[in-house]
Structures are given as structure tokens and as C-alpha cells.
């Protein structure tokens, strides 16, 4: 239902009703935001990727293919944004200690579902940003392989060759992880 008022705002912004723009940031602001936060690492960045993406959307809008879905456009430009973002900013990844002074507080219940998302992120850090950016869109946001592939530029069947081995990489690191905190107890 989305995907169909998504077009017909974008039709009628592109004839001259800028103001509705608004609905459309409105609708998808947090998606963009959460697509930039999982490159970036940072809100306060992904923040301004979010915002810098509708910015490039509005000004390209009458470029904008019918053919596909507004999301998923936007999205790919949220994602392309954030990339380069990380290539100029070249953030800093992760300060460790705070994550080590977070996963020591409940020694006591490791496991417990905190726990697992800790390790779960901390693996998923691991990974490439495309990698991330594939696994969090198909089991986060239930996108189907072709509308990743549309988002990341890849073919369906790229996208589903590497979301096995994304599968793979991450299962792997979690091993690791465990590894690892199972040598510091």
C-alpha cells in the first residue's frame, strides 16, 4: 500500500507539490536512518547520512524509475551515501574497553538475550558493510533478494550467494567471539 501512495507522491511532488515531501521523509526517515547507523557505527552520522540521502532524493527525484519501488531507490541511495560517508570520516571503529566494561557488568548470565545481541553485533561488526548491509535487510526487514540486489547493485542470485556466505562468516565469527570469552573467564 506504501509502495503505491509512495509513487503517486512522487508524481505529484514532481508536477509542484514540493511540501509533500514531507510524507515521504516521514514514512521512511527511520529506515534510511537505521541503514546508515549499521554502516556508520555513529547516530549523530548516521543522522546526517539520513538526512544528506532525502536531500539527494529531492533533488533527483524526476529521475526517479516507476519501475521499482521508492524505497528501495531511496534506500540505495541511503546505503551508497553512508559508504562514502565512511570512506571520507574513515570512523573509528569501536572503542573495545566500553564494549569489554558492557559484557563484563552480568558475568553471571552471559548468555542471557543482552548478551547474545552483544555478541551477535560484535560479530556482525566483523563483517564487510555490504555484508552487514545484506544480512540486516533480508532477516531485519524481510527484503526479498531482489529487492536487495536492486539496493546494493548486485544480481538476485549474487545476493543470494552471498547471503550464504554472509551466513557462513557470521557463524564463524561467533565462534570466535565465544572463543575468545571463553579464555577470559
Given at each position: 500500500m506504501h509502495d503505491q501512495n509512495d509513487n503517486i507522491l512522487v508524481k505529484r511532488i514532481v508536477k509542484?507539490?514540493?511540501h509533500l515531501f514531507n510524507m515521504l521523509v516521514e514514512r521512511h526517515k527511520k529506515y534510511a536512518f537505521n541503514i546508515a547507523l549499521?554502516?556508520?557505527?555513529?547516530?549523530?552520522?548516521?543522522?546526517e547520512v539520513a538526512h544528506d540521502s532525502f536531500v539527494k532524493a529531492y533533488q533527483n527525484l524526476s529521475r526517479f524509475n516507476h519501475d521499482s519501488k521508492f524505497s528501495t531507490w531511496l534506500y540505495r541511495i541511503t546505503f551508497n551515501t553512508a559508504?562514502?560517508?565512511k570512506r571520507k570520516r574513515k570512523v573509528i571503529k569501536e572503542d573495545l574497553e566500553k564494549?569489554?566494561?558492557?559484557?563484563?557488568?552480568?558475568?553471571?548470565?552471559?548468555?542471557?538475550?543482552?548478551?547474545?545481541?552483544?555478541?551477535?553485533?560484535?560479530?556482525?561488526?566483523?563483517?564487510?558493510?555490504?555484508?552487514?548491509?545484506?544480512?540486516?535487510?533480508?532477516?531485519?526487514?524481510d527484503f526479498?533478494?531482489?529487492?536487495?540486489?536492486?539496493?546494493?547493485?548486485?544480481?538476485p542470485n549474487t545476493?543470494?550467494?552471498?547471503?550464504?556466505?554472509?551466513?557462513?562468516?557470521?557463524?564463524?565469527?561467533?565462534?570466535?567471539?565465544?572463543k575468545e570469552e571463553a579464555l577470559n573467564l
Open positions: 509542484g507539490e514540493h549499521k554502516i556508520l557505527e555513529s547516530a549523530e552520522d548516521a543522522e559508504i562514502t560517508a564494549a569489554e566494561h558492557y559484557l563484563q557488568a552480568d558475568e553471571q548470565n552471559r548468555l542471557e538475550e543482552t548478551d547474545q545481541k552483544v555478541y551477535i553485533e560484535k560479530a556482525l561488526s566483523r563483517l564487510s558493510d555490504k555484508d552487514r548491509t545484506i544480512i540486516s535487510l533480508f532477516y531485519l526487514k526479498s533478494l531482489e529487492e536487495i540486489g536492486e539496493i546494493t547493485d548486485m544480481s545476493v543470494k550467494v552471498r547471503l550464504h556466505r554472509c551466513r557462513k562468516k557470521l557463524a564463524d565469527e561467533m565462534k570466535n567471539i565465544l
